[in-house]
């Protein structure tokens, strides 16, 4: 009979080439070489072991007679590998002179059958995969509107005063670190509670979405609008001089005062008072001394504005 391994060619294709397991026995049944893909599945220690300790749960019956018998349809037997996973060959048996010959191919029923169950596998991971994709992306949006919700009033849709202590405080940071200014205008709704008791919540509610909409109307990208609460707000002005904040203020306070959000002739009014941080103290320093000015503008007879004047002290603005 034909023996492959005494064509070199043949010898070196066998054992660098082909996914097929190449093994020389001896007659008793004992392994003494093999090709690089049998090394692989195997590993080299097998040389010198019997062809047997590869088999998986051998009962201890091997006849290499009928494996030699059956050399044409081969001889089925699952093996176990190196990583652990038993694989089903369909090995067939040459004899020689000295040695037997004995190549093993996988059994081709039994890859189909895997890689089917590796397509569904990956095509099931794949589905999962998108499923996961899209929950994590709706739990980032569900989380992105409960972190909005949680930083605006839910009347006027402005930011509220727990969003605004997180924004001064970098706002501050910032401006330090820069030595840049940043202005600080408090507002309050003049005779806020006369709008209530004459016409209703409901007219108090139109007035101050309204007012906070022509804030926002007139400031720019960068300024942070705030509810600070009831009818008074904040809007907190990044590196903004003293000028710029008075001028915002003036045109807000006149277009506040020929507005109609009532549609009834009632003139809505409103007090400034304004503080500029300069590389000193802190938030809560500069919205006191905001309040302050508020106070004074209150106090001096309402719709005007109140700021800082070069000499340190407050100024009025009709």
């Given at each position: 009979?034909?023996?492959?391994?005494?064509?070199p060619?043949?010898?070196?294709?066998?054992?660098?080439?082909?996914?097929v397991?190449?093994?020389?026995?001896?007659?008793?049944?004992?392994?003494?070489r093999?090709?690089?893909?049998?090394?692989?599945l195997?590993?080299?220690d097998?040389?010198g072991?019997?062809f047997?300790d590869?088999?998986?749960?051998?009962?201890?019956?091997?006849?290499?007679?009928?494996?030699?018998a059956?050399?044409?349809?081969?001889?089925?037997?699952?093996?176990?590998?190196?990583?652990?996973?038993?694989?089903?060959?369909?090995?067939?048996?040459y004899?020689?002179?000295?040695?037997?010959l004995l190549?093993?191919?996988?059994d081709?029923e039994?890859?189909?059958?895997?890689?089917?169950?590796?397509?569904?596998?990956?095509?099931?991971?794949?589905?999962l995969?998108r499923?996961?994709?899209?929950?994590?992306?709706?739990?980032?949006?569900?989380?992105?509107?409960?972190?909005?919700?949680?930083r605006?009033?839910?009347?006027?849709?402005?930011?509220?005063?727990?969003?605004?202590?997180?924004?001064?405080?970098?706002?501050?940071?910032?401006?330090?670190?820069?030595?840049?200014?940043?202005?600080?205008?408090?507002?309050?709704?003049?005779?806020?509670?006369?709008?209530?008791?004459?016409?209703?919540?409901?007219?108090?509610?139109?007035?101050?979405?309204?007012?906070?909409?022509?804030?926002?109307?007139?400031?720019?990208?960068?300024?942070l609008?705030?509810?600070?609460?009831?009818?008074?707000?904040?809007?907190?002005?990044?590196?903004?001089d003293?000028?710029?904040?008075?001028?915002m203020?003036?045109?807000?306070?006149?277009?506040?005062?020929?507005?109609?959000?009532?549609?009834?002739?009632?003139?809505?009014?409103?007090?400034?008072g304004?503080?500029?941080?300069?590389?000193?103290g802190?938030?809560?320093?500069?919205i006191k001394?905001?309040?302050?000015?508020?106070?004074?503008?209150?106090?001096?007879?309402?719709?005007?504005?109140?700021?800082?004047?070069?000499?340190?002290?407050?100024?009025?603005i009709?």
């Amino acid at each position: 009979m034909l023996n492959p391994c005494h064509y070199p060619a043949t010898n070196e294709y066998l054992s660098l080439k082909v996914p097929v397991v190449c093994m020389l026995l001896d007659p008793t049944g004992k392994i003494t070489r093999i090709n690089r893909f049998a090394r692989t599945l195997f590993g080299s220690d097998i040389v010198g072991r019997s062809f047997k300790d590869i088999l998986l749960d051998f009962s201890g019956e091997f006849d290499l007679e009928t494996m030699q018998a059956a050399w044409q349809d081969g001889y089925m037997q699952s093996v176990n590998t190196l990583d652990g996973h038993p694989r089903t060959f369909i090995f067939h048996c040459y004899k020689g002179e000295k040695e037997l010959l004995l190549f093993g191919h996988e059994d081709s029923e039994e890859q189909a059958t895997l890689s089917l169950a590796l397509v569904e596998a990956n095509q099931e991971l794949s589905n999962l995969t998108r499923e996961l994709n899209a929950k994590n992306r709706e739990l980032k949006r569900a989380g992105d509107k409960i972190l909005e919700l949680t930083r605006k009033d839910p009347l006027t849709n402005l930011a509220n005063r727990r969003y605004f202590t997180e924004r001064a405080t970098e706002v501050l940071s910032l401006a330090k670190r820069n030595h840049e200014p940043v202005s600080l205008l408090m507002t309050d709704i003049d005779h806020f509670k006369r709008v209530n008791d004459q016409f209703g919540h409901d007219a108090g509610d139109r007035v101050l979405k309204g007012y906070a909409n022509l804030m926002q109307e007139n400031t720019r990208k960068e300024d942070l609008v705030v509810r600070f609460g009831g009818e008074e707000f904040i809007i907190l002005l990044p590196f903004t001089d003293t000028k710029y904040a008075l001028d915002m203020a003036e045109r807000i306070r006149t277009r506040l005062e020929s507005s109609d959000f009532l549609q009834n002739g009632y003139t809505v009014t409103a007090s400034f008072g304004l503080a500029v941080y300069r590389s000193s103290g802190d938030i809560e320093t500069t919205i006191k001394q905001a309040d302050t000015a508020l106070y004074e503008a209150k106090n001096t007879g309402r719709n005007k504005i109140v700021g800082p004047s070069t000499d340190g002290t407050n100024k009025t603005i009709e």
